[in-house]
């Protein structure tokens, strides 16, 4: 095989791995459970949030440089560190990776061995994490050759399962709108987070096979072509094995509870270990990844007075404490924090894959903010607290009631913003031409 075969394989399946955590496991089944018949209206919202968006966002990054700092600097120079941190210890610290952990034990661990504690798991879950994270030159490697292939084989089995001999017929639900409801609950997933989190130790792992320029560029957009077909096929598979249970299981059904019932049903004790296995890979490829990330940002935003080391340590140890409560409280506490930042990395990433495109810096400017302030204040006003006025607007937006009330304010934002940003240069240039003094 062709080295650049080969790192682009490498590359892909460890992409894959990172995107495939806990949530990607479980949700797709419930969103299918929920939508039934229609399940593929419902794979096509989940696939827009939960595979090109991610993907985008590894190419927003390589757009920008590979930094994530350079993909936000049209912004302003302190919107960087603020919102990568709101994002690795909102999302990442306190939700993403002690969900992961309590998954594995609620999906996997205790499926075989019932009676072994949830803390016990956990504890040995980001003991490994740490092994894996202290190298962290070569965790996309460790992750890309031993990890996933073994992870993709399981999934491979339990999806053609699913898909060639159906645990039943999708029903008609009483789902209002399908699309819209998975494109949401795929916020759950994290991954468009993920991808922004993730690009930088990708585009470093293929610096360091050796790529530059163009083949980099090359190398990086084949394996998140690799690592999108492999969510997709994935996905689709999930996603179609829970509307094959719609009318068996209801609606109601806690996610993880789903998802262990119809594989066992699908595929017996058989469906059970492999699960077991599959929850244990893929929450650990994921996890391994965003700690990397975290530790690393976290040891440069206090400039090296606690070593890379002592931050891996300090995000596993949170992990354990937050893993602890389980997935059912992680998931009910989460939701309000994607709702409030999600929309705003969508904009970011869109912004940066279209970056030749985007007329100034007033066009980031512009969409950040008003998509911030509706996400702000739509996420207040699902946690009980009313603001009449803002409240009344956001009603009023298009598409409100469909999940996507900060859509419209993001084109309206990068419009004005633009036009602002470009009179306030013209202002800018005829206040600097000095007139011409006549002897």
């Not at 600097?73 to 302190?78: F, L």
């Not at 019932?261 to 004790?269: A, K, M, R, T, Y």
């Not at 990433?349 to 739509?378: C, D, H, K, M, W």
């Amino acid at each position: 095989m062709k080295k650049s075969v080969q790192h682009s394989l490498i590359v892909g399946f460890a992409l894959f791995a990172i995107f495939f955590g806990a949530g990607n496991l479980i949700f797709p089944p419930s969103i299918g459970n929920v939508s039934g018949s229609e399940w593929v209206l419902a794979l096509i919202g989940f696939c827009i949030t939960g595979i090109v968006l991610p993907l985008l966002a590894v190419i927003a990054i390589l757009n920008a440089g590979g930094k994530f700092e350079d993909l936000t600097r049209p912004i302003s120079p302190w919107f960087y560190k603020v919102f990568n941190l709101l994002l690795m210890v909102g999302i990442g610290m306190f939700v993403t990776i002690p969900r992961m952990s309590a998954t594995t034990h609620e999906l996997g661990v205790h499926q075989l061995f019932p009676k072994v504690p949830a803390i016990v798991t956990i504890i040995v879950f980001f003991s490994i994490c740490f092994y894996f994270a202290m190298d962290k030159s070569n965790v996309i490697d460790k992750i890309g050759k031993v990890l996933t292939p073994v992870l993709v084989i399981i999934l491979l089995i339990i999806v053609g399962k699913g898909i060639f001999d159906p645990i039943g017929i999708p029903v008609v639900t009483d789902i209002k709108n399908s699309f819209s409801n998975a494109f949401i609950s795929a916020y759950q997933t994290g991954d468009v987070v993920t991808g922004i989190f993730c690009a930088p130790i990708f585009i470093a792992a293929i610096a360091g096979f050796g790529y530059k320029g163009k083949q980099a560029r090359k190398m990086a957009i084949t394996g998140t072509l690799i690592a999108g077909l492999g969510l997709l096929v994935v996905y689709g598979g999930l996603l179609f094995l829970g509307a094959s249970g719609s009318g068996k299981f209801p609606t109601g059904i806690e996610d993880t509870t789903l998802v262990s019932n119809v594989i066992e049903i699908s595929l017996g004790n058989f469906g059970a270990i492999s699960l077991a296995v599959a929850i244990g890979l893929a929450c650990l490829t994921s996890a391994i990844g965003v700690i990397v990330v975290i530790a690393d940002f976290l040891n440069d935003l206090t400039k090296n007075k606690l070593s890379y080391r002592i931050w891996v340590a300090v995000v596993c140890i949170v992990g354990i404490v937050i893993g602890s409560a389980g997935v059912g409280a992680i998931v009910t506490y989460a939701m309000p924090i994607f709702t409030a930042l999600y929309p705003v990395a969508i904009v970011l990433v869109l912004l940066g894959t279209f970056r030749n495109f985007v007329p100034n810096a007033g066009s980031y400017q512009g969409a950040i903010l008003l998509t911030f302030i509706v996400s702000l204040f739509e996420t207040i006003g699902s946690l009980g607290v009313k603001v009449p006025v803002m409240s009344q607007l956001i009603v009023m937006l298009p598409l409100s009631s469909d999940g996507f009330s900060w859509l419209v304010p993001a084109i309206v934002g990068f419009i004005v913003g633009t036009i602002i940003y470009k009179f306030k240069l013209q202002k800018e240039s005829t206040n600097s031409i000095k007139p011409v003094e006549v002897e």
